[in-house]
């Protein structure tokens, strides 16, 4: 298996759970996958997104504390977001930026 093909696999997959778990597959087998030269063309939507819930700006979702329960599972949500971004912005550097040269290091 190639890992810029890997990495746009996790990239292009809607489902958060499958999308983790491809995000820890790649990372444990990244030292014995191939490197291909050229970036693999996506065959599917940018990145994958679930359908639901229905993506709202952050400036419509209502403030609460963390000091309160509906607060700290907002917070807990938060995180899971930043979370799902930072397995979405590696695999899309993988897949078409990082190794273009043909060079890259772990």
Not at 92 to 100: E, G, N, Y
């Amino acid at each position: 298996m190639e890992l810029r093909q890997c990495a746009l696999q996790a990239l292009c997959n809607p489902d958060p759970l499958e999308k983790a778990a491809q995000a820890r597959n790649l990372w444990a087998r990244v030292a014995s996958l191939s490197l291909a030269q050229q970036a693999p063309a996506p065959d599917r939507e940018l990145p994958g997104r679930p359908a639901r819930p229905e993506l709202i700006h952050p400036a419509k979702v209502p403030r609460r504390s963390p000091f309160t329960p509906e607060g700290l599972a907002a917070l807990l949500h938060a995180i899971t977001h930043i979370e799902f971004n930072a397995i979405k912005t590696a695999s899309h550097s993988i897949s078409s930026r990082i190794a273009q040269s043909g060079a890259m290091t772990l």
